[in-house]
């Protein structure tokens, strides 16, 4: 389900393309009553191989709902492809470290109870998480060739039953370090969402949710996207 904001009267501020980790944020955004366009547009396992191709001056969506989704968003902001977005994009894709870290991927790798020393951070590690996401990757990779401006925000530092924690925690360094080469703007907030756990506070928890964060997570995430200058 997509959030949407009205640009009637004031133009957006930025294009939300991601997973349903991007619904607080636009539902924070709606709240604060910044205009913005966008919001979830799948799943986010479609976001990470094969969703997309590349186009010049543009990307089409291999799935015709999300392609439907964005086509409707760049009507709305009068223009025919990604290359002539008039705004910053703003999107999650390839930062679904829970999907990533799911438990049946990594029994392989396990030894006993745990993962060998350096194994976690090593460079087999990193090279099997990279390749997971390869293409959200690629899709960054074409909107900075675009001549855009786009900021990537980690997930909420929650990790659902299927999924190994230490894998989850591990494999969001290696997406953010790739991201970052790319010249896309992360926001990373890790210090200023989790507790001594390492993982999300509870009342930036979505509740009876294993995996989202609330509207007080999306504020976060929008303030920092206001301070970068959205």
């Known amino acids: 389900m997509t959030t949407r904001s009205s640009i009637t009267t004031v133009p957006a501020r930025f294009l939300l393309l991601g997973d349903s980790h991007a619904g607080p944020i636009g539902r924070a955004a709606q709240a604060a009553d910044i205009p913005f366009l966008g919001g979830p547009i799948g799943a986010a396992r479609e976001f990470t191989d094969g969703f997309f191709t590349p186009r010049p001056d543009d990307v089409e969506f291999h799935s015709a709902e999300t392609e439907g989704h964005y086509r409707g968003f760049l009507a709305e902001l009068g223009v025919t492809g990604l290359g002539r977005l ?4 703003v999107s999650t894709f390839g ?5 990533i870290a799911t438990k049946e991927n990594w029994h392989l790798y396990r030894t006993g109870d745990g993962f060998p020393p350096g194994f976690l951070g090593g460079p087999l590690f990193d090279a099997i998480v990279t390749e997971t996401v390869r293409d959200a990757l690629a899709f ?3 909107a900075v060739a675009l001549g855009l401006r786009v900021c990537a925000v980690l997930p909420p530092q929650r990790v659902p039953n299927q999924s190994d924690p230490a894998v989850f925690l591990a494999a969001q360094e290696p997406v953010r370090r790739a991201v970052a080469d790319l010249g896309v703007e992360v926001v990373d907030l890790r210090d200023r969402i989790t507790d001594t756990t390492g993982f999300q506070r509870p009342e930036l928890c979505e509740v009876d949710d294993e995996i989202h964060g609330n509207l007080a997570w999306g ?3 929008l303030r920092e996207l206001l301070d970068l200058g959205l």
């Open 140 to 142: 960054y990779r074409h």
């Open 219 to 221: 504020r976060i995430i």
């Open 86 to 89: 008039p705004v910053p994009l």
């Open 95 to 99: 930062f679904a470290a829970h999907f």
